[in-house]
């Protein structure tokens, strides 16, 4: 694999006593082309092996990538043109996508590498995200269908919930250690908690109006994190207390997805650059970094169990790792 030439690092900073500096580490960042040219990376989950699973939008497959044995492989899924739009890792290592234009859910077993899928109950209710609970169930939102969806996998059968707010737009979802279950409202302008016991929703205005979020994220402690686009912030939702908090984008990007370390820390892609973000919610500060090697779009990224950040270029048709350590010391600079 070739080592991406020369990036330059911008380390930007919120806070009024910080100033801009510009760094340079030519290896922070390694790349690892998709073989199958054009095939449109978009979201990756890692699993508990530290493989990358991508989306390959142009194909109808999603790909997985070992990094241990430099491996890649690729899987079609058994619909046609059924348009993947997320992916998510099981407990169980089972790997679970949405198929949006086809109105399926779908399961890989990396295993035995055989497919099962599953049609949505509500017609063309184009499933959007995806994720899965601390019980095994899959969590879905259907954009169209103006709802949550749920699918128990040892019963194999669904169970639809309602959106109170009409049009709403679902879109970024994830289930939190007591396995309540949020998701954004895109059109709704709300951030919203389904209780799987009893089927309740609850909905939270968000602070300014038409921020229309789309990606979701939840750290170790439980505070949810997305990107408002309208207002070029980062913004998070603390659970216990029931309050926002918005933290502007230095460099006024829009977050195009978010992954939470476990340190605390929020890496983030940036909509239409070829910047990726980190910020620390302990200090405030923001760090961008800028891929200055032609045009470039990062889009899905994740961490694996060693702290490095993944992330798959869909112009640069390739996947890419910035290291751990390099990531911290740039926060000493």
Not at 51 to 80: D, L
Not at 88 to 100: C, H, L, Q, Y
Not at 277 to 295: C, I, S
């Amino acid at each position: 694999m070739r080592i991406a030439a020369r990036f330059a690092l911008a380390c930007c900073a919120i806070l009024g006593s910080l100033h801009a500096s510009l760094l340079w580490a030519g290896e922070a960042f390694r790349s690892f082309p998709v073989p199958t040219q054009h095939t449109f990376p978009t979201r990756i989950a890692i699993d508990k092996s530290d493989t990358v699973w991508f989306i390959q939008s142009n194909f109808h497959r999603i790909g997985s990538f070992q990094p241990g044995k430099n491996a890649f492989s690729e899987h079609t899924i058994p619909t046609p043109g059924s348009f993947p739009s997320d992916l998510a890792v099981s407990a169980t290592g089972k790997i679970w996508i949405v198929e949006s234009n086809a109105n399926q859910i779908g399961v890989l077993d990396p295993v035995s590498l055989s497919w099962k899928e599953f049609d949505v109950p509500t017609i063309e209710s184009m499933p959007s995200r995806i994720a899965t609970d601390i019980h095994g169930n899959v969590w879905f939102t259907e954009f169209y269908g103006n709802k949550v969806g749920m699918f128990d996998p040892r019963r194999e059968v669904f169970r639809e919930y309602p959106i109170p707010t009409p049009a709403s737009r679902p879109a970024g979802i994830v289930s939190d250690r007591k396995g309540m279950v949020w998701f954004l409202e895109t059109q709704g302008n709300k951030l919203a908690r389904l209780n799987p016991k009893d089927g309740s929703m609850r909905e939270f205005e968000l602070p300014k109006a038409f921020e229309s979020p789309r990606e979701l994220a939840i750290d170790r402690s439980g505070v949810l994190w997305f990107g408002g686009h309208i207002g070029r912030n980062l913004m998070s939702f603390n659970a216990a207390t029931a309050k926002f908090a918005s933290f502007p984008l230095p460099r006024g990007g829009v977050i195009e997805n978010l992954a939470a370390a476990s340190d605390g820390k929020l890496y983030f892609t940036l909509r239409t650059s070829s910047r990726i973000g980190v910020f620390n919610p302990r200090t405030g500060d923001f760090l961008e970094m800028d891929a200055e090697v032609g045009k470039s779009r990062p889009g899905g990224i994740g961490l694996d169990s060693k702290g490095h950040v993944w992330f798959a270029d869909t112009e640069k048709n390739a996947l890419f790792r910035l290291d751990a350590a390099i990531v911290a010391k740039l926060w000493m600079k």
